[in-house]
Nanobody, 128 residues
Framework: QVQLVESGGGLVPAGASLSLSCAAS????????MGWFRQAPGKEREFVAG????????SYGDSVKGRFTISRDNAKKMVYLQMNTLKPEDTAVYYC?????????????????????WGQGTQVTVSS
């Protein structure tokens, strides 16, 4: 079965960097888009970054653009999120997600409904 396991979260001061990893298993990794979402207490789940399955095209949420970088290693079945210049407002649970089978577009979807599988999440806390 499909499994997504995030790691790398933690508590860091504002301005620090953190790298999240997502290990995927149970499916042919390079045939699906991948994304990172986050959810802070009392807020809706928010798109952070995504990478398509075809040519590595990426997309970022407006609040993280220029600070975060998503990448994928198809050989290792891994997705990464490098987070730099972290801010207290980046505090949230971060989720790795796999694109739905029907989503085959070259563009990266920001819509959570186009992602079919989710990891358990990893907590990122940025102190001020």
């Amino acid at each position: 079965q499909v499994q997504l396991v995030e790691s790398g979260g933690g508590l860091v001061p504002a301005g620090a960097s953190l790298s999240l990893s997502c290990a995927a298993s149970g499916y042919i990794f390079n045939q699906y888009a991948m994304g990172w979402f986050r959810q802070a207490p009392g807020k809706e789940r928010e798109f952070v970054a995504g990478v398509n399955m075809n040519d590595g095209r990426t997309s970022y949420g407006d609040s993280v653009k220029g600070r975060f970088t998503i990448s994928r290693d198809n050989a290792k079945k891994m997705v990464y999120l490098q987070m730099n210049t972290l801010k207290p407002e980046d505090t949230a649970v971060y989720y790795c997600a796999r694109g739905a089978s029907y989503y085959t577009s070259d563009s990266v979807s920001r819509y959570a409904g186009n992602y079919a599988y989710w990891g358990q999440g990893t907590q990122v806390t940025v102190s001020s």
